[in-house]
Nanobody
């Protein structure tokens, strides 16, 4: 069974940094475009960043210039470096493989439990 396990979240002050990791079973990362998504309390899950199998990246406007997505195919892992964090970044962060890059339409795998990021002002 495919598993996506997110980690690295925590409580951080505004303008601080965190690095999230997504560990995948099998060869999910190697075979797929991958993305990071987040869901804040009372809001729908939204796109944060994506990286294609060839390394092309895309970012939501709200995180552009502050977040960096990367992948390590050898480790079957995807990362999200988050700098200059803001209270509005507070959410549960998830990774998954979208059928269409930057789209929230459909995903290839079940969602993991996510990792909580809380940014205090």
């Amino acid at each position: 069974q495919v598993q996506l396990v997110e980690s690295g979240g925590g409580l951080v002050q505004a303008v601080g940094s965190l690095r999230l990791s997504c560990a995948a079973s099998g060869s999910i990362v190697t075979r797929n475009d991958m993305g990071w998504y987040r869901q804040a309390p009372g809001k729908q899950r939204e796109f944060v960043a994506s990286i294609s199998s060839s390394g092309i990246t895309n970012y939501a406007d709200s995180v552009k210039g502050r977040f960096t997505i990367s992948r390590d195919n050898a480790k079957n892992a995807v990362y999200l470096q988050m700098n200059s964090l803001k209270p509005d970044d507070t959410a549960v962060y998830y990774c998954n493989a979208p059928w269409v890059l930057t789209s929230m339409g459909a995903f290839k795998y079940n969602w993991g439990q996510g990792t909580q990021v809380t940014v205090s002002s």
